[in-house]
Nanobody
Framework: QVQLVESGGGLVQPGGSLRLSCAVS????????MGWYRQAPGKARELVAT??????NYADSVKGRFTIPRDNAKNTVYLQMNSLKPEDTAVYYC?????WGQGTQVTVSS
């Protein structure tokens, strides 16, 4: 059974940083691509970043501010978010194939 469990969301001031974690079970984690998505109120879910075994891709809106490292020994993928802006406020979801985590709220506000 595939499970994805996110953690690390919260309230942060503009310009601040947060690191989201996604613990994955039920797959051979090291061999699989992972992604982070987000959904702001009233908006469609959008892709934030993806990582394969060695390649990363980012939405234009987060390039240079977010990174998506993974720790295969811990079956965990992260989303390191720096220089956060109010428009980054959203529920963030970890994804593998057709599976989704429960989401974690990130709020950027002063």
């Amino acid at each position: 059974q595939v499970q994805l469990v996110e953690s690390g969301g919260g309230l942060v001031q503009p310009g601040g940083s947060l690191r989201l974690s996604c613990a994955v079970s039920g797959i051979i984690f090291a061999f699989n691509a992972m992604g982070w998505y987000r959904q702001a109120p009233g908006k469609a879910r959008e892709l934030v970043a993806t990582i394969t075994r060695s390649t990363t891709n980012y939405a234009d809106s987060v390039k240079g501010r977010f990174t998506i490292p993974r720790d295969n020994a811990k079956n965990t993928v992260y989303l390191q978010m720096n220089s956060l802006k109010p428009e980054d406020t959203a529920v963030y979801y970890c994804s593998y194939s057709t599976y989704w985590g429960q989401g974690t709220q990130v709020t950027v506000s002063s």
